[in-house]
Structure formats: structure tokens, C-alpha cells
């Protein structure tokens, strides 16, 4: 289940809307609009990125493929980049602005 935040405390204390907020689902949706946002404000800098690139990153903020994910962490030790990674291959044109200069800190503290 990817739509509610696990925790023991959730069923005695957390309200629905809470449980959302702290979900899966929406922790990697922000780190792909972190990442679309990140893209707009380089393009709007100067840096060689098209619309397309941002309007293929758009398309898939929410096709998050959880199991795909887990497996690169597994292999990669680290879950930034195991969700780059399933990210990008949904946006092949965006791969290589994707994260573009960033650190794991801009999506993880955000």
C-alpha cells in the first residue's frame, strides 16, 4: 500500500488526510515535481532544456513503479538515486536533465 503512510500510531491517532501526507506516493510524486521545478528554473537560466523534456517529465509524476524502484535500491544502496533511475527510464527524452546538478538533499530535505 503506497497511498497512506505505515505506521503503528496511524490507526489509533492519524487521520486519513495525514496518513496521505506522509505517504509514498506522495513523498515521490514531490521529488518529481522538485525535479520538474528544478528543470523549469535551469531552462529559464539559460540551460539546454526543451519544453518537451519538461512536458515528458510532467507526464509521469505519478506512474511510479514501487517494485522497480526497490530493486535498483537494493543494487544501489541508495533510494534517491533507485528512484531517479525508475523515473528517467519513464523519461528517456528528460534523462539527461533529470536531477541536473543537484545533490540527494534537494529532493530528501525538501
Excluded at 43 to 66: F, P, R, S, V
Excluded at 86 to 96: F, G, H, I, S, V
Amino acid at each position: 500500500m503506497t497511498e497512506f503512510y505505515e505506521n503503528p500510531l496511524n490507526t489509533r491517532y492519524a487521520s486519513d488526510e495525514m496518513k496521505r501526507i506522509f505517504s509514498a506516493d506522495k513523498k515521490f510524486s514531490t521529488w518529481r515535481k522538485l525535479w520538474i521545478a528544478l528543470a523549469e528554473s535551469e531552462k529559464e537560466l539559460g540551460l539546454d532544456i526543451t519544453d518537451a523534456q519538461i512536458a515528458e517529465m510532467k507526464e509521469h509524476i505519478y506512474d511510479i513503479d514501487y517494485e522497480k524502484a526497490a530493486a535498483y535500491e537494493k543494487a544501489l544502496r541508495h533510494d534517491v538515486m533507485a528512484h531517479l533511475k525508475t523515473y528517467c527510464e519513464l523519461c528517456p527524452t528528460a534523462k539527461p536533465i533529470v536531477h541536473l546538478g543537484a545533490t540527494s538533499c534537494y529532493v530528501g530535505d525538501n
